[in-house]
Every structure is written in structure tokens, then in C-alpha cells.
């Protein structure tokens, strides 16, 4: 046993500043209305598997207990957040809003600097309805919460399913071609839709999530676009997104913004919004969320989902 | 500081020629530092190919110049800026004269790229046993360790020299510019683009 992975725990200064960057998080979350909760550590690996996307599923450690199905340990907090809410709230009437912080455990990216265990806090709003009624909400909550972390020179990004999951949907290549494709947007790769296209041909579709690439996060960039998002059915995405890009800068005016709609890991999970949030002083994100609208219907509940994820290890490490 | 991390080896001459070209000095290659300025507020770190995309995803570099093969075979969370027009090569399924895939029985591939061994030749209906290598494949036929090598071809000259014929190119690899998520927003000057 190396031990490779293992987590070394914080000690006493490390400690003191994880709780206290906890105390901010769940103190700003509390006054917004969304009420703390613990989720358990372990949950039916069947629950999970509903509920998490595919490529976290590969990194879920599992545990057979009693010899009878397999138990799946939180990799996640939304997918335990949402095995807990299904079981525990018959119907929804209203948004519900929790909040909660703890460590998750998943199995690490070989290449990656991280162990087995992170930390997170995060927040998560479900509604009765699907639909993007709480996402100006949430985009508010995801801004106010980096100005919590006083992240000096941060950035707060927005992108949208909306905007390039109708392109992926519609693009007329082999769906063999469309893994390749997710990969090469989420990569920038511009080397790498040049050589899909030589394979399956250039398209409009295409062509236009390449000019997504080259936005370097400006909005005007892409307001150049806009005849061409409309013939495609696009440019309603495109102007909500804007304008939940300007809500930011008009009500939290020290928050540098950017617009980025194709660094999206899990396409297949997010259903619309998703933000992210990058500091100088650390190589991953720092918090990143967005709506799954899919989510709660996979566990037999008709609601809607949005949440976001402060990884407040990293922070630690900066 | 900036850092760029160079792949040792056949990619670092040409690398250094680009760098020039964009305005940077070309740094002493006599010395066994494997640090050297670059000037502008530069340094290039020399490491393995597999090493660079690992640097960079994980913030130790800012901008990496590996090869296509590795990031194809890794997928490492990096950006893909552009590809840089040198280091061209070729990754190529090599056998020994006479090999021919019996019908049904899967192949043995001694690799160091078992999942574009197991991608390219599965899509060509090869059933595939992929043998990871880290050096040397094209010992591994004449060793009974495998039937086949897949491996990155220059010349070919290695492969003549040890018995093998290139039986077919799978793909065409050369030098990638890559970047991690934190440089690609908070770098400032984008001397790569252009």
C-alpha cells in the first residue's frame, strides 16, 4: 500500500482557513434562502449511476458492504443532493434551495495533481418545472460568491447548451464524428475540427462552432455572428446569454466577464446555462455549475435543476 | 516568468526556430540546464513528450510544443491552439516481412499508443491486444512479445533495421502549440497567433 492519492488532511492553520472560506460560502447562501444540508457519504450505486454523468461514473469508487448491490461513494454532491431530494421531498411546489459543503471522493485523472479526495461547496435550486426561470438566480449567487472569495483579477464565464448543442444535434456527419467533435471544441482544437471536416465535410454547423473558438470570450464577437445564429435557431440563446452577461457587469461591475460557449466538459448532462469562474493564482476552475434539467427525471422526478460548485480545495492551494 | 515546455529530442530544434521567428533569443543548448531564458519574460523547461501536456494542464507551464500523437493518446486537459507545421511524421501499423491478420484471432500490438492502436485498427475491423511499451517496440516482434508494432515513423529506417515493413499509416502527427485553461485566459500578449 503507497499510499499514492491518500489525502494528507489539513492541519491546524489549513483547517481554520477551509472553515472559514466555508462560513463565507454557506453564510452568503443562507441569507439568499437556501438552507444547509449534509448528504450521506454513500448512496445506491444504481442512484448514482442515474444521476452522474458518464465520465464521473468512471472515476466513482464502489463498495460492497453486505455481499447484496453495490454502493456507489459520493463522487459527487449533486447526485447525492439529488438522490436525497427525491427521497425525501414527495412534491415541490415551490423552488427548494440547499446548500452544503463536505469532500467528495473519486478515483484521480492520472495526469492530474489531485488526490483521492477534494473539497466543495456548492448550492443547488430545484424547481417544479423545468425551464430557465432560475437562472438569472443563479448566475447572481455563482457572481456574488467569487466577490465572497475575493479572488483578485478572477474571471466569471457563461456559456449556454443552447447554443451549441442544436449545432452538434444538427450537424450532418456520422455520430461516430460527434465525440470527436465535443472533444475538439471543449479543446479549442482548432487543428482538430480542421481535420473532422477534411474527414465529414464542412458544413454551416461547422463552421460556425469554429468561429466559436476564435471569441476569446468577447460578446461583440459574436454579435458579428447573429444573421447566422438566427438562420440556425440560435439567437435567442445568444441574446439571453448576453444579457445575463450584461446583468453581471451592470450588478457586479469589479467581475471581469467572458462568454464562452463551447468549454462545456459533459454535454450530455448540462440542458442550458453553465458558468464557470478561473483565478490567475490557480490552473482549474475555481467554481463551475449550470442547469441539468435532465437530472431529476432520470430519478423519477418531474423538476427542474440548477446549481453550482465552489471547489474550495483548490482554493486552499493557491 | 512565462514558461513554455519543449519536447526533448527531434521537436527541440525546430521548436527553438519557431520561437525565433515569434521575437524570442534562441537559449544556449550546451548547457545541461533544463531551464533556459528565452528572453521578453520567458523561460522554455525541456522535458519528455508526455511530460509536457502533464506541465501544462496542471499550470507548471503556461504553453506547451508537443507532438499530435500525444494528444490524441492522453487527451489531456489542455488547449489545442494550433498546429505548428513541423516535427511532420506519421504513426504506422509495422510487421515483419510476410505478416498477414488471420481472420478472427486478434492481433498483439506492442505500443506505446494502445488507444489509438485499439481506435485506428479497430475502425479497420482489427480486433485489437494492445501490449503497452515505453521504448523499443520494434524489438517486440522479433521477441515474440508481439505479431505487430504501432509506432511514430520518420524515415523508417529504425523499422527496415529491425525486420519490420511499414504495413499502413494510421495517421499524420506533427508539433502542437498547447495551453492551459488559466494561461489561455489571463495571458496577456498572444505572441502565438498570427
Known amino acids: 500500500m503507497t499510499g499514492a492519492g491518500l489525502s494528507p488532511g489539513l492541519w491546524c492553520g489549513e483547517a481554520s482557513r477551509l472553515r472559514a472560506v466555508e462560513r463565507r460560502l454557506l453564510g452568503l447562501w443562507e441569507s439568499a434562502g437556501y438552507a444547509e444540508v449534509i448528504p ?88 417544479p418545472e423545468p425551464g430557465p426561470e432560475g437562472d438569472e438566480e443563479m448566475v447572481r449567487l455563482a457572481a456574488a460568491s467569487l466577490q465572497a472569495l475575493d479572488l483578485e483579477g478572477a474571471v466569471f ?48 454547423e461547422w463552421k460556425l462552432l469554429s468561429e466559436f473558438l476564435h471569441l476569446g470570450g468577447r460578446p461583440e464577437a459574436v454579435d458579428g455572428l447573429l444573421p447566422r445564429l438566427r438562420e440556425v435557431g440560435v439567437a435567442h440563446t445568444w441574446e439571453e446569454l448576453r444579457g445575463l452577461g450584461a446583468l453581471v457587469g451592470r450588478e457586479f461591475p469589479g467581475l471581469a466577464v467572458r462568454l464562452e460557449p463551447t468549454d462545456v466538459r459533459h454535454w450530455a448532462y448540462y440542458s442550458g446555462l453553465t458558468v464557470k469562474a ?35 480545495g483548490r482554493l486552499l492551494e493557491g | ?56 494542464q496542471n499550470g507548471a507551464a503556461d504553453l506547451g510544443i508537443v507532438g499530435g500523437d500525444i494528444l490524441d493518446e492522453d487527451a489531456p486537459d489542455v488547449y489545442d491552439l494550433k498546429a505548428l507545421g513541423f516535427g511532420a511524421c506519421r504513426l504506422s501499423l509495422a510487421a515483419p516481412e510476410g505478416w498477414e491478420p488471420v481472420a478472427g484471432s486478434p492481433i498483439r500490438v506492442a505500443t506505446k499508443y494502445p488507444h489509438l492502436s485499439e481506435r485506428y485498427l479497430g475502425a479497420l475491423g482489427h480486433m485489437v491486444r494492445a501490449i503497452r511499451v515505453s521504448s523499443s ?36 502527427v506533427e508539433a502542437h502549440l498547447i495551453a492551459g485553461r488559466r494561461s489561455y485566459r489571463f495571458l496577456t500578449e498572444r505572441w502565438w497567433e498570427g
Open chain 1, 40 to 127: 450521506p457519504l454513500l448512496m445506491p450505486e444504481e442512484a448514482a449511476e442515474a444521476a452522474s454523468p458518464e465520465a464521473l461514473l468512471g472515476r466513482t469508487l464502489r463498495l460492497r458492504p453486505n455481499g447484496d448491490g453495490e454502493l456507489a461513494l459520493r463522487a459527487d454532491f449533486t447526485a447525492v443532493v439529488a438522490w436525497m431530494a427525491a427521497r425525501r421531498t414527495p412534491a415541490l411546489e415551490a423552488p427548494l434551495r440547499v446548500c452544503y459543503a463536505g469532500a467528495v471522493t473519486r478515483k484521480p485523472a492520472a495526469d492530474r495533481n489531485e488526490g483521492l479526495e477534494s473539497l466543495q461547496a456548492g448550492c443547488e435550486r430545484l424547481s
Open chain 1, 278 to 312: 478561473f483565478s490567475p493564482r490557480h490552473p482549474f476552475a475555481v467554481l463551475s455549475g449550470g442547469r441539468y434539467d435532465g437530472l431529476y427525471p432520470a430519478l423519477g422526478r418531474p423538476w427542474g435543476a440548477c446549481g453550482l460548485a465552489v471547489y474550495t
Open chain 2, 1 to 56: 516568468m512565462h514558461r513554455i515546455a519543449l519536447t526533448k529530442g527531434r521537436l527541440l530544434e525546430p521548436a527553438l526556430a519557431w520561437l525565433e521567428v515569434k521575437g524570442f533569443e534562441r537559449p544556449d543548448l550546451e548547457s545541461r540546464a533544463l531551464s533556459l531564458p528565452l528572453g521578453r519574460g520567458w523561460e522554455a523547461v525541456l522535458l519528455k513528450g508526455p511530460d509536457v501536456p502533464v506541465f501544462v
Open chain 2, 137 to 172: 517496440a520494434e524489438l517486440a516482434p522479433q521477441l515474440g512479445l508481439s505479431e505487430v508494432i504501432v509506432d511514430i515513423v520518420d524515415s523508417g529506417r529504425t523499422l527496415r533495421e529491425n525486420g519490420l515493413r511499414e504495413v499502413r499509416v494510421l495517421c499524420e
Open chain 1, 157 to 204: 464565464e457563461l456559456g449556454h447548451w443552447g447554443l451549441v448543442g442544436p449545432l452538434l444535434d444538427r450537424i450532418p456527419w456520422p455520430a461516430e464524428a460527434r465525440q470527436g467533435l465535443e472533444r475538439a471544441l471543449n479543446r479549442k482544437s482548432v487543428p482538430g475540427l480542421e481535420a473532422l471536416a477534411e474527414r465529414h465535410g464542412r458544413c454551416a
